[in-house]
């Protein structure tokens, strides 16, 4: 069984400062790994996607991957109100994009 | 956004009764996904389909059944329905089998059995 494991929060931070959002995945063979961000009532859309170990930047967000100790994070600088979500961490290591999901973080963002 | 829709929204029905979902893509894209989402499970991959007519179980899909007659619809049936598949559900797709393409997910539909 593949497992993504995620602490479902709430994550409370105050704005500006860094959200460090973490994920455990039990698969070896993953290959690519995904953040998604979910909003209250509406659906999962992608902000970041990393496939090689290390860090990927873009713009505020930094994602991290270490694949010998199978964990993937997402770091959110100078957080704002409106980054207040769910995230959800999923990775896919098969054919035609299956992608396991983790529960997801809920991030507050306190003004 | 991408041209991903829905339907119906909402939906409340009856134990025992039979239910449709579609969603429509005006994409083009060849891979279309039917997730569920409940609290505590997180997305659930339920069926998926790789092109017109082919189509593949998913991580839960006793219960469920689909069909893709176009390109552009992925009907996903629960034949009797069940109080256990009260969720809302996602239909998502992609253009490429690629793993790092992206899955643009509709805006979902919320589905009461009682």
């Known amino acids: 069984q593949k497992e993504v494991e995620q602490n479902s929060g709430p994550l409370s931070v105050p704005e500006g400062a860094i959200a460090s959002l973490n994920c455990t995945y039990s698969?070896?063979?993953?290959?690519?790994f995904f953040w998604y961000r979910q909003y209250s009532g509406k659906s999962p859309e992608l902000i970041m996607f990393?496939?090689?170990?290390g860090d990927k930047e873009d713009g505020r967000f930094t994602a991290q991957l270490n694949k010998a100790s199978q964990y993937v994070s997402l770091l959110i600088r100078d957080s704002q109100p409106s980054d207040s979500a769910t995230y959800l961490c999923?990775?896919?290591?098969?054919?035609?994009?299956?992608?396991?999901f983790g529960i997801g973080t809920k991030l507050q963002v306190i003004p | 956004d991408a041209g991903i829709t829905q339907s119906p929204r909402h939906k409340v029905t009856e134990t025992g009764t039979p239910v449709t979902l579609r969603c429509h893509q005006t994409?083009?894209?060849?891979?279309m996904y039917w997730y569920r989402q409940d609290p505590g499970h997180g997305l659930r991959l339920i069926h998926y389909?790789?092109?017109?007519?082919?189509?593949d179980k998913g991580e839960v899909s006793d219960g469920y059944s689909v069909s893709r007659s176009k390109t552009e619809d992925f009907l996903l049936t629960l034949e009797s329905a069940t109080s256990s598949q009260t969720s809302v559900y996602f239909c998502?797709?992609?253009?490429?089998?690629?793993?790092?393409?992206?899955?643009?997910f509709g805006p979902g539909t919320r589905l009461t059995v009682l």
């Open positions: 999923a990775f896919d290591s098969g054919g035609y994009q299956k992608v396991t």
């Open positions: 998502a797709i992609s253009e490429s089998r690629d793993s790092t393409d992206t899955q643009y």
């Open positions: 389909s790789y092109g017109v007519k082919d189509t």
């Open positions: 698969d070896r063979g993953s290959q690519s």
């Open positions: 990393i496939y090689s170990n």
């Open positions: 994409e083009n894209h060849r891979y």
